[in-house]
């Protein structure tokens, strides 16, 4: 069973709405290796596990539960860079200009439409998520290096899209989560590791310069790319896999640790011209 | 932030597999009408929500934690039907038979080519889960409306899928989530109750007789049908919506309450002739 | 606009339930080469038609408007083939036994879980229709050649789809649907012939013995294969176009007609236990 | 049986081209809530429905009716707003210029590349339409609530894709659909009346300002909000659901009328550019 | 048994990068009438072929050949248009600005999240290539009318694309593959002649002004229209078929001759900021 | 450019029809993990590859050539499977019974609708091929480690439907394949060992006991897991990578040698009553 408190695992920073950078943050979000299949395909192979080894079943649901929060997070950031786009004009907007006329030249328009001016379950061409993106076939061996490319990926994306916008919230959200994505593959690299892989240099991929990345350096301070934040109300073995020297060759002891202690969720102001919620329309 | 402890929210009941039954209830896991849609409809509802009337986002919110749990069981359930499914023969049935053989002939094929003998993000037709089931329109009219569809939509279909097999395990599980979806339902007829609609005699949807699912009863002697289990570790404003009188013609007082105490997962054999999880063949 | 009236466009014969062939049936209606198809590809061509060779347009909408018909046909064929399938035992199946459990082994269970045993918008493999089926690239010669595959594709599929069941509603259905499927051919080769074509003795694809389709003689003794029910309430100009010697080997002299007289709808009897249409439940 | 008359239900207001509008327009025909769904959703719920309530069955079937000449209407608007985009050019364009070089920038790619400048089956953001947009379980009570979200959805997305153009025939076809579908909502909202639900003041939703959207305000005038257009050729029972107040707090008396008398379709020029339709190539 | 040289069908011209180009350029690769389908489409039809007729199998094998290499020609092209498209800045671009901010405005944001500055399988629109557009039904007749419809459409779609840009890389691709198109138009039109059909004036389908292409007129010279460059390293009959006059308006002899000499594919260069190869990263 | 000799990599081991081994068959061909998604991988990876290392292009190409020829051998051994399965009865089968009533119960249906009892671009579930399996997302390891995944998954799924039937051409065509993934798997895992990694025992995975499909056992005898078969026609590197020591436990040396000789392709016999190829039709 799953329990919640109402904290973020990482700040969403102030900064100007954005609908370009909304768009192509949708890929960390809905895309084919973004937190949405990362969940999913944690929750399945820990669900899905079979036999006594359980200490890696436990570093599978030890990561899925994370995930939970990290969509959380994208979500926040997306509907941030989403809130008060387009023209001011609520009220009278209808009848002297067409308020999102510009917004939607290079956004998502089902932000506008179906969203009012906030995330969905699309990657960043507008495609939904499907579920044959969840990779899990039951070898614990496959499933190991199928999370591995999924966290690589994962990294390998997130630079690319922090090239496409300089705001602020954006790239926050992106380089917390390159750094745990780094933990993430410290995590199944290791348990790879353990059935007697060695990586050699290989490790991060990519192996990404941490200057171009200025918001990373204090994660990674804080040592969350080798930390395993632990979200478990009882016992887990997931120490068992998840301690000793990093396989990356950036060196360090993995450790599980206390998860961060939590980030208000930002205020959604409400948009009376989208009927968003739409209350005040109840009492017109 | 997402937390977890080691327990199923219902029990699953000891039977024989069944692989035609773990076929059709893919529909309640994966389905457009399933529990990860209802999970993540609810998550983007209540992440996407606007304005400062919580006491609906956190009826939002209260209602998706316990999805989480949901596909949890419905994933276990599905487990015990297929796994052992097939004649024996580990080890060397490849040579003298086709062990598989009978097992597919009426299961979904991927639940052996894929999953190791076990669950799939796909409904009972083999389609996998896709995005675009989630409805969120940030109006929150039209998304109680939405869910009240989908837990009316959720009880209708699994009294159906009831009826195509008698396994034990299968049954139990329905039964339970039937239940579970009248107070879901309550819920959100009730949130609609609160901006100004009276059902009538309306509710539930269907208004299935209780006889003809005898697992159903011990539920509602319980009272699961008019309570709101909470998994919030912090505060929630979630019983200024989800009290007084039910909107069902059953009657009854809503109530938030403690989840179930829980129940262990079972244990999932390995299963050498698939390669699952495969350590042997490491060591072989 | 488009005006209704409550008659079926062909007879519906009495025969037994048959959900395996309900399951292969909906090729014809949702599939890639079915009615939906049909109906949407020569709606959208017709709607989109540039220029003033209106007679083109109105050969296109012609069809287009029969196709409607055949989507209801077909939909009440499927409903006679599913409707009461499954053991007895509304009202108490639900401890006794599992009235499902046969009929779905066979069945698309989707038909049982979705439709309360009825149509649904898939094909035979439960695949849902899918929007880029519709060609039209406003360029008349491609669209009358994709026409004459599609119309050839149809009865080629419907041929194949015969040899599944001898069901006698299936068939005549098919009977039928193949006997106008070569009308429809008829009329995309012909406007071909207009362009310049001489077909020579392809036509019709494929050439069939029609001593193999019994059921198909009464309608090519009726002259169905050459001719255009006319659903227009104006004028039309397709008579410029269809009229004269058929492009097909099989000869005769196609004219434009008045459409059947109709024949009714079956009556859908209630499903108590699929609380379909659940008034009943209303009551209770 | 169906039958066509050459008319268009509404007006198309003429104005200059405009690709973007048009792009996000097809969200109206083609997306998961726009006229082709309602269409096929109604079709098929009218075309399954069980039992002896008719009344119901009709009122299904007669809004059905009139969502077929919707899709028209919208198509032919999305054909205005895109025919002659581009620049100048057919004929020497290939050689000293790119036409479509702007065009394209915010428009969507197939409406040039396989529609001539005309409509597709897709939605706003191209995605093709999906036969599991069709919601029918047979069960009344849970297909009329759907129906109430999916026109209660229509008019908000409606509102919303508004303010993305002041385009002149973009806004007309949009005001005349906003009026239509609160007259749908009304029709699903009084049928779940008779079923004993009182609504309070919860519709129209969204509660939109009428003076927002001032191309409203004339169907309003003309009562199209309480009427329902008659499509049928023979009886109907549609009336005993569709009369007496209307649901909606704005009041009224609901009536079935028949249908506006109808306004001629705009002629399409050839494109020879595009070779759309292409006949003068075949004389070149 | 399929063979290799490292040789381009056709040159690529150098020309400036032009992501808005690449991207409606996939529709030729991925798209639902682009190289990806006809390479499918032809191989599953000469690998399914039935009967002794043979020269029709080695004539479907013959273009299904070509087409591979075509694809390899698009990719490449694809890859040109985008390889340093956005700002300088590999290296400090990260802190400083956002390089990509500016290309992926009118591209798809996909180039430079999944590809690294290339090729996709994917279409215009970005959505993924189906395995349904592959047609093969085992009917001669009905797959080559089919195969003409797709040549057709491949012609007509690239017409349209060739406004798009006047880019060189793009319209000298363009131009080649439309001669090619009509090469494989008249393969299958001719083998429908050798079927009995007499096709008039009908083809080129559709018949554009070469004069507004003028890419194409040296591959009219070099008689590639009516040429079918043989790939297959043992005897094949398909010149049975393919020789003699051209079905086309246009006339001459078809002839089955040897494939261009081949040109060199061009240098890829490394992407350091996109990590591809990422090469340099495991040595930093 | 690509050539072509018609040769099968492998022989068809003549046997029976089986129709549900050809369906399940089909994940072979057009799954997720099957051969259309190796070969495209590749294509696209090889293709689009970045910089000077091109000893790798050269490995991605090599391999992605012989996919082409497995791809050619999975459809001629579904194509047995399906040949002849029904009853006898072309010719007057249409009238006497139903010869494909049987036949559908365990099939895909589409293999007797599309299909002329023939192979399809789908996957064991009939879901049709996607373009989204294709993984290239242009940095080496990445790739490489993807690739070994879906090598590793191939033989799992492989081993997993050879428990499906006894029938000797669908497992002498898994057991070559199985073989042949395992010289793949080891061509990924040892350029991955040029980069620094060090495998230990984990390779082949899974680590199958080959004595439980004894049809493997001649292709290890001749090598073939060690061996690349080489089908470029002009200059490769690939044997700067394809050399030395095998990274897995069963040692052996890699080794770039002549593909095998080549086998005749099995003769497809008309079916006169699906009318494929349907020329007799044209005389009849």
Redesign the interface.
């Known amino acids: ?9 990482n700040m969403i920073v102030p900064d100007k709405p954005d609908p ?1 950078a909304a ?2 943050l949708q ?1 960390t979000l ?3 290796f973004g937190e ?1 299949r990362t969940m ?1 395909q944690f ?2 192979q820990s ?5 006594q ?1 359980t200490q ?1 079943r436990d570093l599978l ?1 030890g990561v899925f ?1 994370e995930e ?2 990290h ?2 997070l994208v ?2 950031t997306i ?1 941030q860079l989403l809130t008060g786009a ?1 023209a001011e004009g609520a ?5 002297d ?5 510009e917004a ?3 956004a ?3 932000h ?21 993106y ?9 499933n190991l ?2 999370n ?2 999924l966290e ?2 994962g990294v ?2 997130k ?8 705001n602020k919230a954006f790239r926050e959200t992106l380089g917390f989560l390159i750094v745990r994505d780094n933990a993430h593959q410290n995590a199944f690299a290791k348990a ?1 590791e353990t ?8 490790f991060p ?5 941490i ?4 918001e990373c350096q204090k994660y990674v301070d804080l040592g969350y790319h080798n930390a395993q934040f632990n ?4 016992q887990t073995r997931i120490a068992e896999i998840y301690s000793g020297q990093s396989p990356s060759r950036n060196g360090g002891e993995l450790q599980v640790t206390e ?1 961060p202690q ?1 980030f208000p969720l930002p205020y ?4 009376p ?7 005040h ?2 009492n ?1």
Chains 1, 2, 3, 4, 5, 6 share one sequence.
């Open positions: 069973m799953f329990f919640y408190r109402e904290d973020l695992i370009a768009k192509v890929e809905g895309g084919q949405m999913m929750f399945f669900s899905n596990f079979r036999g080894a890696y649901r539960l939970l929060s969509i959380e979500q926040q509907n387009g009220g009278q907007a209808g009848i200009g067409a308020p999102l006329d939607i030249k290079h998502n328009p089902h506008y439409i179906m969203g009012a001016q906030s995330s969905l379950p699309v990657d960043a061409g507008g495609n939904p998520w499907l579920g044959n969840v990779y899990d076939h039951g070898n614990l061996v496959s290096l199928d591995v490319v690589s990926t390998l994306q630079t690319r899209i922090y090239e496409m916008s300089t790879l059935l007697g892989v060695n990586w050699g240099k290989l991929v990519p192996n990404y310069d200057n171009k990345y200025p979200f478990r109300l009882d998860p939590g959604m102001p409400e948009l011209n989208e009927h968003s919620p739409g209350l329309d109840l017109a």
